[in-house]
């Protein structure tokens, strides 16, 4: 399932989904949030480097929620030279399907309980 999401994303979705990120400013003051914003900056700093497989070696990618025990084979991998390293492709993948999953969180406003 996982491999045919990726597959579809690189293929199709990716273009208009970095083109969003070029757009669109997302914030939040909540701290659970912070990974994901953080790794939304990484996608967009090296929206436009072509097809890397990974990112640099020397570059953090942050963990977050949506990078659960699913994701992990896909996100990263062993490369030639022996180094544990983020698959650019998944972790993007990964990255927006966990800001799906926070942008359809709802809250309620206070005193609202019950309704």
């Known amino acids: 399932m996982k491999t045919t999401l990726r597959a579809s994303y690189t293929n199709h979705y990716r273009r208009g989904l970095i083109r969003l ?9 909540n ?3 912070q990974p ?6 990484l996608i967009a700093r090296y929206a436009a480097a072509g097809n890397l497989t990974y990112y640099p ?4 990618a942050p963990t977050h929620p949506g ?3 699913d994701w992990q084979p896909l996100v990263w991998r062993t490369d030639g030279n022996g180094r ?5 492709m998944a972790y993007e993948v990964a990255t927006f399907q966990a800001l799906r999953e ?4 709802k809250v309620r406003p206070s005193g609202a309980a019950g309704r």
Request: aromatic residues 2%; hydrophobic residues 45%; contains cysteine.
């Open 21 to 29: 990120l070029e757009v669109l400013e997302f914030r939040s003051n």
């Open 36 to 41: 994901i914003i953080v790794a939304l900056a």
């Open 84 to 88: 544990r390293r983020v698959v650019r």
């Open 102 to 105: 926070r942008l359809r969180c």
């Open 67 to 69: 990078l659960g025990a």
């Open 57 to 60: 070696p020397g570059e953090a």
């Open 31 to 33: 701290t659970t949030h």
